[in-house]
């Protein structure tokens, strides 16, 4: 069962173009995924040092229309920005 | 161990088979048989494994026949081809402190312990079956194996052989049943559950059950609160619930949405956040900032939300 550091899954998912959504909550925050100009997806990320996981890694793979490894490799850095517009892309995601 | 294979053994045989100092041929071969089939027995079922064995190593001979009542002698075959592989002799020597046992057993005329020397019945049977055979083969007669006394020709009992009486030979002959290997399947399944209390006990009784593969448990809100906001539908949301490894997912495949949890209550309301954020975001953004998708989805939202009170 793999778990994520929250600082630095918010800090790769940025690198990966994700920005932060105008909308606030106390615990948690939304990135967003832009492309071309257009809304692709949210994904939802808790505020704070706690873990996130396994659960919660489910939620955000499938807010981010990945499986639980892609997303993985997402937040880690092997999955980078180009891949993971291809696969938005194959799916249909993009248009 | 008071008897030897290697050396031989004597078998006094008394009483009317016995009495002229001769042996019908029948009951010759027929004891020798038995005694045979016991010894190879025992070679199949008390030595290794997983050494390679020359059953023809374990035959016997008529090796003497002493008088003094009828004593024929037999021992293992002194034949050079049958002396093969590495541990011909150790394997003999095993194979006799069982038949020696074996005959210790019938002295004592306690057939009952063979099943302390052979609890498994797989190797127990065979071993009944010819040592019944063998110690009843001499019809009446008394028997003894002996020890015999070249110089002044004369015999010593080291054992008797008692009679095995068919009750105890039924007795510890276990029926072996044929173990057929079946392939074990798995797969979930969803049904309905008959739940029953009485006197603080729950009872759950499948009622019916349906294949994992097509049919799934639903969670279906017709009303989704969100902290302060109620969103009130149209028709019920009809959403994908199960749980995976600790937690519990609520799903909903078309809106793109999903709420995950620890507990059921945690999931509900993660959901209902979702909800919140996606109807909100969709709707606060103009259509030329979103995708076929995206508008899919903020037009199912506003078809199924009725009204949203604050």
């Known amino acids: ?95 | 161990m008071k008897i030897d294979l290697n050396n031989g053994v004597f078998i006094e045989i008394g009483g009317e088979l016995g009495k002229y100092n001769t042996l019908p041929i029948d009951i010759l071969v027929k004891i020798a048989q038995d005694l045979q089939e016991l010894v190879f027995t025992l070679a199949k079922h008390d030595l290794p494994s997983e050494e390679a064995i020359d059953i023809s190593n374990f035959k016997i001979e008529l090796a003497g026949f002493k008088k003094g009542s009828a004593v024929p002698k037999f021992a293992y075959t002194p034949r050079t081809e049958n002396k093969t592989g590495l541990f011909w002799q150790v394997h003999r020597n095993t194979v006799n402190e069982k038949f020696d046992k074996l005959i210790e057993i019938s002295n004592t005329g306690d057939y009952g312990k063979l099943v302390e020397l052979y609890p498994e019945p797989i190797k127990r049977n065979p071993i009944v079956e010819n040592l019944y055979s063998f110690v009843n083969g001499f019809r009446s007669a008394p028997v003894n194996f002996v020890d015999y006394d070249e110089v002044i020709e004369k015999t010593t009992p080291i054992y008797k052989i008692n009679r095995f009486k068919p009750s105890v030979k039924k007795e510890l002959i276990s029926e072996l049943k044929e173990i057929t290997e079946t392939e074990v399947e798995s797969d979930e399944a969803v049904g309905k559950i008959k739940i029953t209390k009485k006197a603080g006990k729950t009872q759950c009784r499948i009622i019916d059950y349906y294949s994992g593969k097509k049919f799934s448990l639903e969670y279906a809100p017709d009303v989704i609160v969100a902290g302060t906001i109620k969103y009130f539908l149209k028709h019920p949301l009809r959403c994908l619930f199960e749980k995976e490894d600790n937690y519990y997912i609520i799903q909903c495949e078309i809106l793109g949405i999903i709420g995950t949890g620890l507990t059921e209550d945690e999931t509900e309301n993660s959901f209902a956040e979702e909800f919140d954020f996606v109807y909100k975001r969709l709707n606060s953004l103009d259509t030329a900032s979103l995708t076929n998708h995206n508008l899919l989805i903020r037009n199912i939202l506003i078809q199924i939300v009725e009204k949203v009170e604050e």
């Open chain 1, 1 to 95: 069962m793999s778990v994520l550091d929250p600082k630095k899954t918010y800090s790769n998912l940025k690198k990966k173009g994700f920005t932060s959504s105008t909308t606030k909550s106390v615990d948690h925050k939304h990135l967003e995924f832009f492309h071309n100009k257009k809304y692709i997806l949210a994904t939802k990320i808790s505020h704070g040092n706690k873990d996130i996981e396994n659960h919660l890694i489910k939620q955000m793979s499938f807010q981010c229309s990945l499986d639980k490894n892609e997303f993985i490799d997402l937040a880690r850095c092997p999955l980078s920005k180009k891949d993971f517009i291809d696969i938005l892309g194959k799916k249909g995601l993009l248009d």
